[in-house]
DNA sequence: TGAAATGTTGGGGCG
DNA sequence: ACGCCCCAACATTTC
């Protein structure tokens, strides 16, 4: 029997991987993953992989091979070793990626190999979607609902595979990879996930199940289980989007059903940005954002981080973020606001926290939002967008259940004076137990203030050539 | 997938 | 009964 090799990466997954698919079609897989050193990942993202890659070895039956280094030395010497014939993989979209792949599709070829790559990460690949005039689309809401949907429909998940896995000695370890923490954070951070293909089909099951009647209102409410929590299972590949996009389409029709996969739409869309715009994770998408008057603000920086800014909302969101490794969306959108605009932070500082933290951190998604938040990206609004997050806060969690979870020592503030403890009377924050500076941060801007010099620092640029 | 400033309306207090 | 003012609630405009 011939042996065809599967290069595993964002597709850490059997079900629906028409790569993988083909490379079972084509004989006995050896499985590998190799962790590159070109695009090097966050720390959550890290342990995330860790884990996930546990459960895909123990769904091919502990045959998974691990490498740390570079594919190019790696896959041609484990191909020659093995005599196989076929190799396969899952497309990527970023710049780098494609250029390693494609030089590395060449050598292996010039060996005598069949190199087979597959998309198993998109709906639509950023080939398929233009506008008429060939150029690639800037705002979502065209890309969706024109591009998109003048596009094929998205392929049907694939039946599971059948498999049969190359009967060898494994003699390499996950371990070996040294992707935990030290110190062992991750226990704790990660006993809400459960990383690999059976945690991301039970959480889809469970949110279309329990979640999606009522999310087009409920997904802005933090407090509330109307997010689908899929996104770090996407960014690994433990589950496709074809596979939640039909399976969401088997649920009846409703604002709900279409709110939800239209979210789909903005992953496809920051994909199709990433691949039209490969230095997107640093280069502003609108050049004239290249004047901006960011601050160096070290110390704002570390307040953001930490959760010490004296504001409720966005104190929550980046505890949640370093508690769970998670951010509800809506609560990112404030947080991000709140550090390009309010702190005059540049977004590139925000984006690697986020990097480092966000067990979901997406090559794609990532930069895109970023961008999106700081108003250098594919934002449709014509003004220069910047949150209150007492607004924010006010009408997302009128209750303050979000806040009390997260931010526990204003636990005791009314619902009216927990969203600015700032703006309290005296004797309610006493008789809350809070001294503000001692017990909770006084805020670290003024609000009226910081947006007013937000839009002065705007005022400089909005009027320069694109 | 905003927010603030400005404009409009209508009810109630009060001379 | 009437006009006037205040202000909350909502709507519109502007950045």
């Known amino acids: 029997m011939t042996v065809a090799i599967h290069w595993f990466r964002r597709d850490l997954r059997l079900a629906d991987n028409p790569a993988l698919t083909h490379a079972a079609q084509s004989g006995a897989v050896l499985p590998v993953f190799i962790l590159e050193s070109d695009t090097p990942l966050g720390g959550a ?155 991301a089909t039970d959480r889809l099951q469970t949110f279309l199940s329990q979640g999606l009647t009522g999310y087009k209102d409920g997904r802005d409410i933090p407090s509330a289980p109307h997010v689908s929590r899929l996104s770090p299972h996407l960014a690994f590949g433990e589950i496709s989007p074809n596979t939640v996009w039909h399976t969401a389409k088997t649920c009846p029709p409703s604002n709900d059903r279409e709110h939800f996969l239209s979210e789909l739409g903005w992953r496809e869309f920051s994909y199709n940005l990433l691949f039209h715009n490969p230095d997107m994770d640093w280069q502003n998408l609108n050049r004239k954002f290249d004047a901006f008057p960011w601050r160096d603000a070290p110390e704002a920086l570390a307040a953001w981080q930490t959760g010490k800014t004296g504001i409720p909302i966005v104190d929550a969101g980046m505890r949640e973020l370093w508690q769970t490794g998670y951010m509800h969306n809506r609560v990112r959108m404030i947080v991000a606001s709140f550090l390009v605009k309010n702190l005059l932070v540049h977004w590139h500082h925000g984006l690697a926290w986020f990097h480092d933290t966000l067990f979901d951190a997406d090559p794609a998604n990532n930069p895109a939002s970023w961008q999106w938040v700081a108003g250098s990206g594919a934002d449709a609004a014509p003004y220069f967008r910047i949150f209150n997050p007492v607004t924010q806060s006010t009408r997302f969690d009128p209750q303050g259940h979000y806040l009390r979870r997260y931010v526990p020592e204003l636990a005791r503030l009314s619902d009216k004076n927990i969203h600015a403890p700032w703006e309290a009377p005296p004797e309610a924050l006493h008789h809350a137990g809070i001294a503000l500076g001692t017990d909770y941060p006084h805020p670290i801007v003024d609000l009226r203030e910081s947006r007013q010099g937000a839009l002065a620092a705007y005022d400089r640029i909005k009027g320069m050539p694109v």
């Open 45 to 199: 993202s890290r342990a995330w992989l860790h884990r996930s890659l546990m459960a895909l070895n123990a769904s091919l039956n502990g045959t998974l091979r691990v490498y740390a280094g570079n594919p190019a030395d790696i896959l041609p010497r484990l191909a020659k070793d093995h005599g196989a014939t076929t190799l396969t993989w899952t497309r990527r979209y970023d710049a780098p990626g494609i250029a390693r792949d494609t030089a590395l599709k060449s050598a292996l070829r010039d060996q005598g190999l069949d190199v087979h790559s597959a998309n198993g990460t998109l709906l639509w690949e950023p080939m398929e979607v233009n506008k008429s005039d060939g150029t690639p689309y800037r705002v979502f809401t065209p890309f969706f609902r024109k591009g998109c949907a003048a596009a094929a429909p998205p392929r049907a998940p694939l039946a599971w595979p059948n498999i049969t896995l190359l009967n060898a000695p494994n003699p390499t370890s996950i371990d070996d990879l040294h992707l935990c923490p030290t110190p062992a954070w991750d226990q704790d951070v990660l006993s809400d996930w459960t990383p690999g293909e059976q945690g």
